[in-house]
């Protein structure tokens, strides 16, 4: 009864009673890209997909870097908002019927996204979600369009205080977030990874953070290409891809 007091959530309670079992398919996200980063990060590269195969043979990439230049303020980004705003309504006039999703990082720029999206679109698709790292559990969407908000204030000056992020288990909250799309991420943000001094934070959080927007970066400009899924379960002779290369090599005629 006292350990049972002193764990903050039912899964670590659980966890020294139940035995634990992996996730180990993943059936959202149809462009390896969208999960790629969480399958390296937080699953040790178990995980297994099939992606859809329009999307593979789309040469628009799954993930999209939108960089703007932001000012943090009263822990809000306006020019990251009103990016956000431009974005879905150019999604609404494609006529794609993507459901959509905005993520943001912390509570305050979730309501100014909320309140301007308000004031500009006048019929705004009822499935639309507008949700920050703390809510989005369980939700997902065709696009789900990030806003960072964390940028150099008016003085140029940055601070590496990135909310939830920065607590014990809030690379788990980014883990969540950056695993809800369905077809494609846009990532709105007003800093380069480059630009993330987080190599002395306690926790996680931030230096994932970096990672996830160096990652981005690199799908948005095309440098992405999956890693195939280690062999480990059965002898290399037991693939049939393996044999079909055994074979080819001792035909006559090459295909």
Do not use: C
Not at 64 to 69: E, I
Not at 109 to 116: F, K, N, R, Y
Not at 133 to 161: C, H, M, W
């Amino acid at each position: 009864e006292d350990m049972a007091l002193e764990v903050h959530s039912l899964l670590k309670l659980a966890k020294n009673h139940l035995m634990q079992v992996r996730l180990k398919g993943h059936y959202r996200s149809q462009s390896n890209a969208l999960i790629e980063f969480s399958n390296r990060h937080f699953y040790d590269g178990q995980l297994k997909m099939l992606p859809a195969f329009d999307r593979i043979n789309l040469n628009e990439p799954a993930i999209q870097y939108h960089k703007v230049a932001g000012v943090w303020q009263d822990q809000q980004n306006i020019e990251e908002a009103k990016a956000v705003v431009e974005l879905i309504q150019k999604e609404l006039r494609s006529k794609r019927n993507f459901s959509i999703g905005v993520v943001t990082f912390n509570a305050r720029q979730q309501d100014l996204i909320a309140d301007l999206l308000e004031e500009r679109i006048a019929n705004l698709p009822t499935d639309l979600m507008v949700k920050n790292i703390e809510n989005v559990q369980g939700d997902e969407r065709d696009l789900i369009i990030f806003s960072t908000a964390y940028a150099p204030d008016e003085k140029g000056k940055f601070n590496v205080q990135f909310g939830s992020l920065n607590q014990a288990g809030g690379e788990n909250r980014l883990n969540v977030a950056v695993s809800r799309a369905r077809e494609k991420v846009i990532v709105v943000t007003s800093i380069m990874p480059s630009e993330l001094k987080v190599e002395q934070t306690k926790n996680p959080g931030p230096k994932l953070l970096k990672a996830y927007l160096a990652f981005a970066q690199e799908v948005s400009e095309g440098r992405f290409e999956p890693s195939p899924r280690e062999e480990t379960e059965h002898s290399p002779q037991w693939y049939l891809k393996n044999q079909l290369k055994a074979w080819e090599k001792e035909l006559p005629i090459k295909f």
